[in-house]
């Protein structure tokens, strides 16, 4: 089995900032592509941000210049600094993580529960 584990979510004010973790664990043979979307209230779920095993990121528009992926591959984690935080940033954030697990082949997406972002005054 494999397991993603989010956390640092939580009540932010306007401006401020937040850095949310994603430790993946479990029959690992080796992970992938690692990200983070998000999900607001009345609104289809988005790619906020991923990153590849050697490093290569992808962000989206509204967070570029604002929010930072990164990753620590010998602790399978992923990590996404949130600066300049905004109420539209307000959301439930998931990573996922593309894995291969131990004795299969073919890579599979797991993800995580999802933590709870909250951008308000």
């Known amino acids: 089995q494999v397991q993603l584990v989010e956390s640092g979510g939580g009540l932010v004010q306007p401006g401020g900032s937040l850095r949310l973790s994603c430790a993946a664990s479990?029959?690992?043979?080796?992970?992938?592509?690692m990200g983070w979307y998000r999900q607001a209230p009345g609104k289809q779920r988005e790619l906020v941000a991923e990153?590849?095993?050697?490093?290569?990121?992808n962000y989206a528009d509204s967070v570029k210049g604002r929010f930072t992926i990164s990753r620590d591959n010998a602790k399978n984690m992923v990590y996404l600094q949130m600066n300049s935080l905004k109420p539209e940033d307000t959301a439930v954030y998931c990573c996922?993580?593309?894995?291969?697990?131990?004795?299969?082949?073919?890579?599979?997406?797991?993800w995580g529960q999802g933590t709870q972002v909250t951008v308000s005054s």
């Open positions: 996922y993580a593309r894995i291969r697990r131990v004795g299969i082949y073919k890579e599979y997406d797991y």
């Open positions: 479990g029959s690992i043979f080796s992970i992938n592509t």
């Open positions: 990153i590849t095993r050697d490093g290569s990121t």
